[in-house]
């Protein structure tokens, strides 16, 4: 359904704001071009050069999510930066044709992706030239849930969106056959979200995990130096994934959402977590991410 701007407020639903985005290619590109502007404005000078944007940022003001600060400047409202966020996750290309070119999906696939997100993931996967049979997004957030909703339009009869915790799954023991998990496995309790993850895949079954390696978080600890509290945190997920490394101890701390107990993993931690859960590892790469692209024994 395409949406009109005139027909909505500027109090309309987060799921209202994302179809209408998602329906012209355009406003997306607007939201985009305000998420990774300079300070997220567009400023009077240059403005000649984007008179072709200002049509799309009035639209998108009157939904809300985008304010005239002066003549010319405008910027992104936090629901507007809630929705370039999202859009902006699903701007992962080329890690998702190497996620895609490893995992090998099927016509009778039965794809989960762990910590969806907005559905990179879920939308690549039923685009490919074999999609899937059916596909599956878990997360914990809602609002991502909803922003995977408006991203999948035609694909989403072929799509359940779970709101969960990795930690519990709500499936059946080896329901699914293909998994992705794209950097939510780091924020998550490791041994009951990988227990959950041997559980529910079919013997035969392949996942591609996508977690952070430690050079991940010591980068991030030397461009945020001067930032006393992201000091903290990235230390603490330093720390954390040595204590998991050598201990298999997985430090937790309460904070306002819940339990922060973010880390790194190594190869040699996920091989021996995975190996508890009858899989092995075929194929592992290392950058500052670390993908592993792992298969559950017995088929
Ligand atoms: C960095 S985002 C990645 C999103 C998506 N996979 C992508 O590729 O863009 C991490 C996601 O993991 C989800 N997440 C974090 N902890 C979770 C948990 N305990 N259970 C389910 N999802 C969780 C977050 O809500 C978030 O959507």
Known sequence: ?????????????????????????????????LLRGTEGSVHPEARRSQS????????????????????????????GHQVGTYLAQCEAGDELDLMFSRLDCQADSVFLDLGCGAGPALIKASEL???????????????????????????RPQCLLIQADLSALP??????????????LPYVDQRASLAELGRVMAPGGQAFL???????????????????????????CLLNGFMFALFGVQLKV?????????????????????KQQGMTILWSERDRLFRVLGKKNGA
């Not at 701007?5 to 590109?29: C, F, I, N, W, Y």
């Not at 809602?142 to 995977?148: G, K, P």
């Not at 390696?213 to 010591?218: A, I, R, T």
């Open 210 to 236: 996508q977690v952070h390696s430690v050079g991940f978080y010591l980068r991030l600890l030397w461009d945020e130096r001067l930032q006393w509290k992201r000091v903290i945190l990235n230390g603490f």
């Open 171 to 184: 499936i059946r023991d080896g329901a699914v056959t293909r998994v992705s998990s794209r950097l939510s």
């Open 254 to 274: 309460p904070n306002r959402h819940g339990l922060y107990q973010e880390l790194y993993q190594t190869r040699g931690g996920l091989a021996k977590i995975l």
């Open 52 to 79: 072709v944007w200002e049509l799309h940022y009035e639209r998108l003001a009157e939904v809300g999510l985008v304010a005239s600060q002066e003549e010319g400047v405008w910027t992104l409202t936090e629901r």
């Open 1 to 33: 359904m395409r949406m009109h701007p005139e027909s909505m407020t500027p109090s309309a639903s987060l799921g209202d704001v994302l179809r209408l985005v998602h329906s012209e290619r355009s406003m997306k590109q607007a939201v985009l071009r």
């Open 129 to 155: 030239s074999t999609p899937p049979q059916w596909m599956i997004g878990i997360d914990i957030d809602r609002s991502s849930l909803v922003a995977a909703d408006a991203a999948l339009g035609g694909h």
